[in-house]
């Protein structure tokens, strides 16, 4: 059974963060909000849970996964970032997009489109998964939790908590979250392009 946690969203306490992120830390799969509905998230290095993530979203080995970072400075070790986009990401950020880049030597190959050798990265704008990734100190691999079929991210604990309480470890509560996902540019050719359209405003980046 899936543990929950209650954490206040403005104030999150330190106490239970640090469980949070020492389960992590012990292989753990969580279910988490952000400010674009709730998302499945795991260490960078943990297979299993990468796995997990795929079967639970009933994804193939192509699903380019995200790496929820704290800050701009993070996420610069993990993708490469030129000029133009730079400007761009940063203004954008923190906010509900997802930005698809070529990968650093930081980004473990299996997490990486095989073909592209992209990956997804992301600065929420959500004190929460802000705090937690700043106890953890490292990204969270991530994926929206959008279960097969459905085509928006659930966004209560609760009902969560019951529909995977075999398949995660561990689900936080801390309030409703908003039903859309983020908008994802894909800007690892250059320039962006707007591969899906979601909660961030896409006519930031149309060409």
Request: with cysteine.
């Amino acid at each position: 059974m899936a543990r929950f946690v209650d954490i206040h969203p403005d104030n999150p306490q330190q106490r239970l963060l640090e469980q949070v992120a020492e389960a992590l830390r012990e292989g753990a799969l969580i279910a988490y909000p952000t400010d674009s509905g709730y998302a499945l998230g795991c260490q960078l290095g943990n297979r299993e849970g990468r796995d997990r993530i795929l079967r639970i979203r009933g994804l193939d080995e192509k699903h380019h996964f995200t790496l929820m970072c704290r800050d701009f400075a993070q996420l610069g070790q993990f993708v490469h970032v030129e000029n133009a986009a730079f400007r761009a990401i940063k203004a954008a950020t923190p906010g509900p997009y997802t930005f698809i880049l070529p990968a650093t030597g930081e980004v473990p190959r299996r997490l990486m489109h095989p073909k592209k050798k992209t990956v997804g990265v992301r600065i929420p704008d959500h004190v929460l998964v802000h705090e937690l990734l700043g106890v953890l100190g490292e990204p969270l691999l991530t994926s929206t939790l959008i279960l097969p079929g459905e085509d928006e991210p659930r966004t209560l604990g609760w009902e969560i908590k019951e529909e995977l309480d075999h398949q995660v470890d561990l689900v936080i509560e801390a309030g409703e979250t908003p039903a859309q996902p983020t908008t994802v540019v894909d800007w690892s050719e250059g320039y962006p392009e707007v591969v899906r359209r979601g909660s961030g405003d896409p006519d930031r980046f149309a060409a």
